[in-house]
């Protein structure tokens, strides 16, 4: 998919199709005015005849306008002009691109980012268009090859009120194809089967991606190495499965920017069965999804490495399965961390505490600015915020504030949750310096509080996603959240 910016009335756009914007009670935008007024008032006509009042979503595709010189002009429904908001600007970006691609056009001019969305500049209209686009375009196509990418469309151009405004829209073109294609890139990463992205597989993602970009260094610790370091909060989650557990770290920029480095954590549980405390069997398939923590620092790194960003970025993903074994762990077993700290298992499907807490402990070896971890951590989370909003926890208000603007900025919001040391009283143990679990109540909150313990003094954030990674039901697939947030964050830090 190629897209540009471009200056220029619609009219004299020579393109397959020409998008412009239509709101309630048939008022016409701007760009919508001129091709009326060039056509001799036949766009108004249509409208009058009822053909399309302007309501959110609808489109009206009309073919060889008179005096224009395109082959196609899509009206798309905009809803009322005072209620144009982000939602709005989202749904007529999706509505129009969706009626492209039941038309034949190859290439196409949208005005739709000259309409005025309140608080918002033209970079964010350019840049929601692009996801818009490649969000639609995606097709999971492996191993089910038929299903192929949508390419149909090959050209796109965002059209722009003035010259003066081509850099600015050209520059955010370039950072919103590196961040969807690092979305992408998790989106395919969690929609593949377990028994094909396992730890070794994820593992393999990573070295793929520093063989494309010398900027990017990966390690792979196995299971003897982190023997060799005490991980055995981590190693205890693998010992039910066949696959080897792997701990993953990549670092991007530390030969050229030798300032503290931001690190990013992602779960990487690769199916999750809950372990000797089996979950129920009905859409247990999910939980091949519990590795998207993971897969979003994946597709962070391809974005980062893209827009070549002068930052000092370290990822670390612990990567294991969590089943069911005569070797895998009981509820009742007592492990010991790498940080030393005992941790009585009572419930064996809080796994992702468990790999977090030791690769948490291991961050601090890089001396970080900054620890995010991401995972898909908790049912709770999911019940308290629902699919929307990701939940944040943080130490650091300063951090959190961050994160949070940069969800509001590319829509992948996140919602700041409770980190009060009452609840960590939920987390004691008669038998080791903590339990896995604090029991039903805040069970999102008493999570990050256990992780807070091994992050100590260091500015930390964690976001649970398991409500927000993927989707169920007739969608079913992965999001690639929080991909967007991070990379907006990342590039705020180095702005």
């Keep these: ?27 016409l935008s701007d760009a919508a005015e001129t091709l009326d007024k060039a056509s001799g008032g036949v766009l108004g006509g249509i ?45 007529a970006s999706r509505a129009a691109l969706r009626a492209l691609r039941r038309s034949g056009a190859r290439d196409v001019t949208t005005y739709l980012t000259e309409l005025p969305v309140r608080g918002r500049d033209l970079a964010w209209k350019v840049r929601e268009t692009v996801v818009a686009c490649e ?9 089910k090859e038929e299903d192929g990418p949508d390419t149909r469309l090959r050209n796109l151009t965002v059209g722009v009120e003035s010259r003066r405004d081509l850099d600015e829209a050209e520059a955010t073109l370039l950072t919103a194809q590196a961040t969807t294609a690092g979305t992408l890139l998790a989106r395919h990463l969690g929609n593949l089967p377990p028994n094909v992205c396992t730890p070794s597989y994820l593992a393999d993602q990573a070295l793929a991606l520093a063989a494309d970009d010398p900027a990017i260094t990966v390690q792979i610790l196995e299971t003897a190495d982190m023997e060799a370091l005490g991980m055995g909060a981590l190693l205890s989650v693998a010992r039910g499965s066949r696959q080897p557990p792997k701990l993953i770290v990549l670092e991007y920029g530390a030969k050229t920017h030798k300032n503290r480095p931001v690190v990013l954590v992602g ?16 859409a247990m398939d999910e939980m091949k999804f519990d590795m998207c923590g993971a897969a979003s620092v994946l597709g962070t790194f391809k974005a980062v490495s893209q827009l070549k ?37 009572l419930n064996t499907d809080a796994e992702g505490r468990l790999l977090l807490c030791d690769a948490l402990t291991y961050a601090k070896r890089y001396e970080p600015q900054v620890i995010i971890d991401i995972a898909t951590l908790t049912g709770a989370c999911v019940i308290a915020l629902g699919s929307h909003a990701s939940g944040l926890f943080s130490n650091d208000s300063a951090l959190a504030k961050a994160l949070l603007a940069a969800g509001e900025v590319t829509g992948d919001r996140a919602w700041q949750m409770p980190l009060w040391p009452e609840y960590q009283k939920q987390l004691d143990s008669n038998f080791a310096d903590m339990a896995n679990i604090g029991g039903r ?6 999570a990050a509080c256990f992780l807070w313990r ?33 990379v907006e964050y990342l590039r705020q830090q180095v702005a």
């Design 1 to 27: 998919m190629e897209y540009a910016a471009k200056s220029g009335s619609p009219e004299k756009q020579r393109v397959a199709c020409v998008i412009v914007g239509v709101f309630e009670h048939r008022r």
């Design 47 to 91: 409208l009058r005849r009822g053909d399309m009042d302007g309501k959110p979503e609808q489109t009206l595709l009309l073919h060889n306008l008179p005096n224009t010189l395109c082959d196609r002009v899509l009206l798309v429904g905009c809803g009322k002009e005072r209620e144009f908001d982000d939602a709005r600007y989202r749904q």
């Design 135 to 143: 969000e639609l375009r995606y097709r999971f196509h492996a191993p």
């Design 267 to 282: 779960k990487g549980v690769t199916f999750d069965s809950g372990g000797i405390s089996l979950k129920p069997g009905a």
């Design 309 to 345: 960003l002068p930052i000092h970025l370290v990822g670390i993903i612990p990567s294991s399965e969590n089943l069911p074994d005569g070797n895998a762990s009981k509820p009742g077993d007592i492990v010991t961390s790498m940080s030393g700290k005992t941790i009585e298992i």
């Design 441 to 446: 109540e805040a069970g999102s909150v008493t």
């Design 454 to 486: 091994f992050v100590e003094d260091q500015r930390w954030a964690h976001l649970d996603i398991a409500g927000t990674a993927w989707k169920s039901g007739k969608d079913k697939g992965a999001t690639g959240r929080p991909v967007p947030l991070l």
